[in-house]
């Protein structure tokens, strides 16, 4: 399966995404300025490519899980996972009775607007919500065999930009520390019987996570995208004689979630 990163609030970069036929649209709320509405109509673009929305929330926030489903993700990932009880708490908030204690609202485009018999509405979003556990820092990959084992989470997401930073080689995802982390975190997903994935930031580091059994890449984003188009556009005409004022002074980072 492969994701890109939404940056841009717009219904038409999702829905475009979408119908170029991309597995998956992650769509960022923990570090990014936006609303549920807008979340909403990103989401519902989407769904005319048949793509799914994998949400992030920011960490804790586990009442807002069941929001982000009512508007339409059918993926979360919660971010900065540090414990089985920490996966547990992901679990609850999201899955209905008796696996969680989501609470019940069915007027949503999960449902989808109370069109689906209520029990086999509950059966199929317990069945069919996928939940990942970030795995972002040392502590947290020591423990990563336990969150792997909470019923309900689905897959273990290894983090190289947080993970970087916290192990001391900050954007480094070719460092020998980063890229032992990932390995491991895969391993230990994969002997729990859970599933594995990551975000990379070119094709070498695709095929090691491929390599390690991940089902699951994220690579670039529309904002990506769109610049280097620009900066293509830049150096053809710049063959012609046209001047641009903006120039950069430094390789862009590639590394945005």
């Keep these: 399966m492969l994701a890109t990163v939404a940056h841009f609030h717009d219904p038409q970069s999702a829905?475009?995404?979408?119908?170029?036929?991309?597995?998956c649209l992650w769509i960022d709320l923990e570090h990014q300025p936006l609303g549920m509405n807008q979340l909403e109509n990103m989401a519902r673009a989407a769904r005319v490519g048949d793509m799914d929305v994998m949400a992030r929330p920011a960490k804790g926030e586990f009442q807002r899980l069941a929001r982000l489903l009512?508007?339409?993700?059918?993926?979360?990932?919660?971010?900065?996972?540090?414990?089985?009880?920490?996966?547990?708490?992901?679990?609850?908030?999201?899955?209905f009775p008796p696996l969680g204690e989501r609470g019940l609202f069915?007027?949503?485009?999960?449902?989808?607007?109370?069109?689906?018999?209520?029990?086999?509405?509950?059966?199929?979003?317990?069945?069919?919500?996928?939940?990942?556990?970030?795995?972002?820092?040392?502590?947290?990959?020591?423990?990563?065999?336990?969150?792997?084992e909470v019923e309900g989470i689905d897959m273990l997401f290894f983090g190289p930009g947080d993970f970087s930073m916290m192990a001391g080689v900050p954007g480094e995802f070719d460092s020998p520390l980063v890229r032992s982390a990932m390995a491991d975190t895969a391993r230990q997903a994969l002997a729990a019987g859970k599933r594995f994935g990551t975000l990379v930031a070119n094709l070498e580091q695709a095929r090691r996570a491929l390599d390690l059994g991940a089902s699951l890449l994220t690579y670039g984003g529309d904002l990506h995208f769109v610049r280097q188009a620009v900066l293509d556009m830049r150096r053809d005409f710049g063959k012609l004689g046209f001047v641009f004022g903006q120039t950069l002074t430094a390789p862009p980072s590639e590394i945005s979630v």
């Design 15 to 23: 829905e475009l995404i979408g119908l170029l036929g991309i597995d």
């Design 70 to 95: 009512e508007a339409g993700a059918s993926v979360i990932m919660y971010p900065r996972c540090e414990s089985a009880e920490e996966a547990r708490q992901i679990v609850r908030a999201a899955k």
């Design 106 to 148: 069915t007027a949503s485009p999960d449902n989808p607007y109370c069109m689906t018999p209520l029990t086999e509405y509950l059966r199929k979003a317990n069945q069919q919500t996928v939940l990942l556990a970030q795995v972002e820092s040392p502590s947290a990959v020591k423990c990563a065999r336990e969150m792997a």
